[in-house]
Structure formats: structure tokens, C-alpha cells
């Protein structure tokens, strides 16, 4: 018997107008592992919640049929759903320090599930989290019971959710992007385990926009657009030989090494085209960032070790590297956010490291950041118009012209500059962020995780406004990601990074096809492999 059986599911938030998901079917099987995938607002989410009874307020959910285990769920008050989730099914969400309550241990989060669904005595609990933690990998499991979700990795806090979520060992796991902002090596370890998880009959629906992912663990793949399933079946037909446009659109828009020079966003009426990117000329004269033996230490502990490196005009650097690397220090380093402790950055030609910020400050606009998570980066007061109008001078009529055509170089309409970030998109709130970056015309981006946090097609409109970007101003960029099929999508060099220091570098064809290092095998041999769509 299935464990789910859904026919015709429909979910509506009346108030807000909105109907999210519109007539889905679905069941899901022992030991079977079903995939959703779409864009942001394509209804996955919301179908996963309405499953375990956490559509949310306002919400009205009908349906032909909807059982769990057999059970008619629509007849179900709150307290049944409270008595199944856990019990029947575990949750892993995307961002575990959300997901894991800040004020209190690892330790006492699991042993909540355990006495709420009273799976083990209360003497045995602490016991059991331990086992707990250790089934998931977690080093020193008895050392991090005690610690709280802060405290610990995204590799580690993601590990501990995964615990919490099988500690009552429901025959049910839904993932929703639970390896999203993980790093590659991290990735891999937690796909592992939530493959064990299925080899011993436990049955999966993973929630993801990362197409690599889904084709590794899935059994049955669902496509929604739009709060509808466009396309459905085994997963290696649906990746390889999509029947759908949708479907062909999405893979179409995975950057990797045989996307290089190409969009990857669809064209005017939903096609994509492949078409090539504008022609970039990267200067071979002076570099405009110049890094030299640099050293830095948080405390007693060396976190960037004798690294050293140029970006010169145009140019497209990655650095890639396991979460703690190295990677994020040496961008806040670039930027003069962080003084290091030996070595330096030369910007244009003149120290930038070691010289005080008043000094600094009159050259801040030729070195600009984007950053992963745009939202925490903007004042919430201030209105987009605001934000990108800041760090402009001119008249108040200038800048609001200049606004107004930085909004419309990043694809956005003139009325979103009256509008607060927090009631935009995550597409549209990172292409906020991109208009305020290029907003003072900057030599040099330096993109920390910006495209980490969006789903495939949004990634790909991001990608190609930074290429549209480079080839138009010349702009040099240092791109950081876990991603490396973005990396190899967009740049021209690449640094590999490792506990501090880098490990090899090079064009990036020659690092990612033919590795030197075992570090950067290592890497590589973790990225999930999405097969080509048949033509």
C-alpha cells in the first residue's frame, strides 16, 4: 500500500488570491524516492507541507483523495496531523539554523521527538541521541549533543536535522533542498545518507531545483510550473528525453562546462536558444586586483594561508573550496573588510590592505559585492530606490534617472524602486543587489554565493545579466561558489582551496578536466552528474 495517494490536490490561500497548487496527483511508495522540481512559485513546497498538514493559515486545501496510510486525511484536525509528523513522516528543510531551535542543544532537539512520540524511556533517551547522531555522521556525536545549532557546520547542522527528522524512524523523509547550500563534498555525504535511509525501506519525496541532485537519488521525477504537474515519470526519461518544453527549458538552463560562452536563460517566448553570450575582451595589461602572500588568522587559527593571485580587466576568477576553506575570508579580505596578517591587495595599482579606511573610502566604488543573501545586506527601511540610489552622487533628479535605468539594465520594471526588498522574489531581490553593485560603474565584483540560493531558471538570468554586465563595462569579477558547474560555466580561472590555502589553480578547463591535485579530484568526483538531454 502506498503511504500517500493524492488525486487532484488543490490549495488556495483565498486572502491573498492565490490558488498555489492546482489539481496534483501523486503517491509515493515504500522505499521509493519521488522528486519535485520547478522554479520558485511552481507549488513543490506547498504540495510537501500539505502532505504532513503544514499548508498554513488561511489555507484551503480540497482534494478527490488524500489518504496516509490508508487514512482519510481531509478529516484530519490538527491533532492528528501533530501525532503523524514525526511519528510517520520527518522533515528536513533547506535551512537548518531556522529549522533548529536557537535556545536550545542538538542534544535536547532530538530528544523532544523522541519523548513526544514516546519512542524510547526517558533514560534512555540521551543514549539514543547519541546513536542518533552518530547514524548520521556526526564526528564526536556525544561532544556536539551538547552544543547548540550555531555552534556547528551547515554540513553538521543539516546532519543533526536529518537526525531529529528519523528519530521516531517514520517510514516517510521529505527533503526540501536539503543540500542546497551545501557545499559539494557535504552534498555528497548527505545524499549517501539519505540513500542508506532508502536502502532500509524508508520512502522519500525530495523537494529540489538542482536537477544534478535529483537525478542521482530519485526513482520518479514530477515536474510543476505554475501549481501544476507539466511532466512525470521515471527519472532517467524525464532528465534524458523531456517531452515537455518546461521540462527542456529547465535542463537547458544547468550551467556546466558545455554551456561556456552561451546563455542559459530562455528568450522571448519561452525558448532557449543556446545563444551566444556577447563577445568579452579580457585585458592582458595591468591586473586590477592584485593578491600577494596573503595570511590571515581568527584568533590563534589560520584561515587564509600565502594566497596569491591577479584578476585583470573583463576576467572571470572562481574560487571554489569545502565550506571553512578559506574562500569567504580571502573575498572579505579583497574587499579591505578584514585586515590580513601578513601580505596584501593592491587595487588598481595602489595598496588596498593596510592603509586606513578613510583611505579607502574615496576608492570603495571601484570594488562592489553581491552576496548570497541579498535580504540581509539591505537596510529593511529603505526602498529599493533608496538602496540603489545610496552610493550614488548627482542631483536628486540625476540619480533618480540613473536608478531608473540600473533597474532596467537588470531586467526589472521602473515601479519596483518604490518597493521594499522584502516583498520581492528572491530572483528580483538579486538583481537588486547586482543594479546596486554596478550602480558607482566598479572595476571589480566580488560575487559571494550569489546564485546558491535560486532555483535553475533564476540562476540562469543571473548568470547571463553578469555576463551581459561584463562584456558592456569590462568589469573584472571573483566568483565564489560551492557550484561547480557554475564556476565552470562563467569563468576564466580558477582557484581550488583548501584549509587555507590554495591547492591548485589554473584556466578552469584545464583544473576541472584534467586535476593535478587529489584535492580537486576529490571535489569534482562529489558533483552530482546529470546526463545530457537526448536532442
Same mark, same amino acid.
Given at each position: 500500500?502506498?503511504? !500517500? ?32 522540481? =520547478? ?50 513522516? =520527518? ?15 542538538? =542534544? ?79 552534498? $555528497? ?90 563577445? *568579452? ?88 559585492? !553581491? ?9 529593511? *527601511? ?26 532596467? *539594465? ?24 547586482? $543594479? ?21 531558471? !533564476? ?14 563595462? =569590462?568589469?573584472?569579477?571573483?566568483? !565564489? ?19 587555507? *590555502? ?34
Amino acid at each position: 500500500m502506498s503511504l !500517500i495517494e493524492v488525486e487532484d490536490l488543490r490549495v488556495a490561500f483565498p486572502k491573498a488570491g492565490v490558488e498555489a497548487v492546482r489539481g496534483v496527483s501523486l503517491s509515493i511508495a515504500p522505499g521509493e524516492c519521488v522528486a519535485i522540481v =520547478g522554479e520558485s512559485g511552481s507549488g513543490k513546497s506547498v504540495t510537501a507541507r500539505t502532505l504532513v498538514g503544514l499548508t498554513g493559515p488561511g489555507a484551503t486545501v480540497t482534494a478527490g483523495r488524500f489518504t496516509v496510510k490508508g487514512q482519510d486525511a481531509l478529516r484530519f484536525g490538527q491533532r492528528d496531523w501533530r501525532r503523524l509528523r514525526g511519528r510517520f513522516a =520527518g522533515l528536513v528543510l533547506q535551512d537548518a539554523l531556522l529549522s533548529l531551535d536557537p535556545l536550545r542543544t542538538v =542534544g535536547d532537539e532530538i530528544a523532544e521527538v523522541l519523548a513526544t512520540h514516546d519512542v524510547v524511556s526517558r533514560a534512555d533517551r540521551k543514549a539514543r541521541v547519541i546513536e542518533l547522531l552518530d547514524a548520521v555522521g556526526v564526528p564526536e556525536p556525544e561532544v556536539r549533543a551538547r552544543q547548540y545549532a550555531h555552534q556547528l557546520s551547515g554540513g553538521l547542522r543539516q546532519r543533526a536535522l536529518i537526525a531529529s527528522a528519523i528519530a521516531a524512524d517514520p517510514p516517510l523523509i521529505i527533503a526540501d533542498e536539503p543540500t542546497t547550500a551545501l557545499d559539494v563534498t557535504v552534498q $555528497a555525504q548527505i545524499l549517501r545518507l539519505l540513500a542508506a535511509r532508502r536502502a532500509e525501506g524508508t520512502a522519500l519525496l525530495m523537494i529540489s531545483h538542482d536537477l544534478a541532485v535529483v537525478s542521482s537519488i530519485a526513482d520518479r521525477v514530477l515536474v510543476m510550473k505554475d501549481g501544476v504537474i507539466v511532466e512525470e515519470g521515471p527519472t532517467a526519461r524525464v532528465l534524458s528525453a523531456p517531452a515537455h518544453d518546461y521540462t527542456r527549458l529547465l535542463l537547458a538552463a544547468v550551467p556546466s562546462a558545455a554551456s561556456r560562452g552561451t546563455r542559459l536563460s530562455a528568450i522571448a517566448g519561452g525558448v532557449s536558444l543556446r545563444a551566444p553570450l556577447p563577445e *568579452r575582451h579580457v585585458g592582458h595589461g595591468a591586473p586590477v586586483v592584485e593578491v600577494s602572500g596573503l595570511s590571515a588568522a581568527y584568533g590563534t587559527r589560520k584561515v587564509v594561508d600565502d594566497v596569491s593571485f591577479e584578476v585583470y580587466p573583463g576576467e572571470t576568477v572562481g574560487i571554489v573550496g569545502e565550506s571553512g576553506s578559506g574562500k569567504t575570508t580571502v573575498a572579505r579580505l579583497v574587499l579591505g573588510l578584514l585586515e590580513p596578517v601578513s601580505g596584501g591587495v593592491r587595487l588598481n595599482g595602489d595598496p588596498w590592505s593596510g592603509v586606513s579606511e578613510r583611505r579607502r573610502r574615496s576608492r570603495r566604488s571601484g570594488i562592489q559585492v !553581491i552576496s548570497q543573501n541579498p535580504l540581509g545586506s539591505f537596510d529593511p *527601511r529603505y526602498t529599493v530606490g533608496r538602496l540603489i540610489a545610496e552610493p550614488l552622487s548627482g542631483s536628486s533628479s540625476d540619480r533618480k534617472a540613473r536608478v531608473i535605468e540600473l533597474l532596467g *539594465r537588470v531586467g526589472l520594471a521602473p515601479d519596483i524602486a518604490g518597493r521594499h526588498p522584502r516583498r520581492l522574489s528572491g530572483g528580483q531581490r538579486q538583481r537588486v543587489a547586482i $543594479a546596486r553593485a554596478i550602480a558607482p560603474r566598479p572595476d571589480v565584483l566580488v560575487c559571494d554565493e550569489p546564485v546558491s540560493a535560486l532555483d535553475v531558471s !533564476i540562476q540562469a538570468q543571473v548568470l547571463d545579466l553578469l555576463a551581459e554586465i561584463q562584456a558592456a563595462d =569590462g568589469t573584472a569579477l571573483i566568483f !565564489i561558489s560551492h557550484d561547480l558547474g557554475v564556476v565552470h560555466h562563467i569563468s576564466d580561472r580558477v582557484l581550488v582551496m583548501r584549509e587555507g *590555502r590554495v591547492v591548485e589553480e589554473g584556466h578552469v578547463d584545464e583544473v576541472f578536466f584534467i586535476p593535478k591535485h587529489d584535492y580537486t579530484r576529490e571535489l569534482l568526483g562529489a558533483v552530482p552528474k546529470l546526463a545530457p538531454a537526448e536532442p
